[in-house]
Nanobody, 117 residues
Framework: QVQLVESGGGLVQAGGSLRLSCAAS????????MGWFRQAPGKEREFVAA?????NYTNSVKGRFTISRDNAKNTVYLQMNSLKPEDTAVYYC?????????????WGQGTQVTVSS
């Protein structure tokens, strides 16, 4: 069992930056692929980025977002730069023992990111 707790969300102006963190419980964190997903109001949840050795990003965040992980701290990060209003969403951290494409077995509670224009 893995428990995930996100933090770092908030309100930021367009062009600004935020760094999300996701702290994981358990001693086998390094074995999991970790992903970030987001869900905007009225839209389906979408993939943002994932990491385990290799890294994948959805096209809309390439060059602006950076995913990273610190296995010693059981934490995965999402550095978000050049934020746009369309990045507004609840951001979720997730973990899978499978591939980066999932399915993801464990989910955090989410953290709200709001980008004002």
């Amino acid at each position: 069992q893995v428990q995930l707790v996100e933090s770092g969300g908030g309100l930021v102006q367009a062009g600004g930056s935020l760094r999300l963190s996701c702290a994981a419980s358990g001693r086998t964190f390094s074995r999991y692929a970790m992903g970030w997903f987001r869900q905007a109001p009225g839209k389906e949840r979408e993939f943002v980025a994932a990491i385990r050795g290799v890294i994948n990003y959805t096209n809309s965040v390439k060059g602006r977002f950076t995913i990273s992980r610190d296995n010693a701290k059981n934490t995965v990060y999402l550095q978000m730069n050049s934020l746009k209003p369309e990045d507004t969403a609840v951001y979720y951290c997730a973990a899978t023992s499978g591939s980066l494409s999932g399915p993801y077995d464990y989910w955090g509670q989410g953290t709200q990111v709001t980008v004002s224009s």
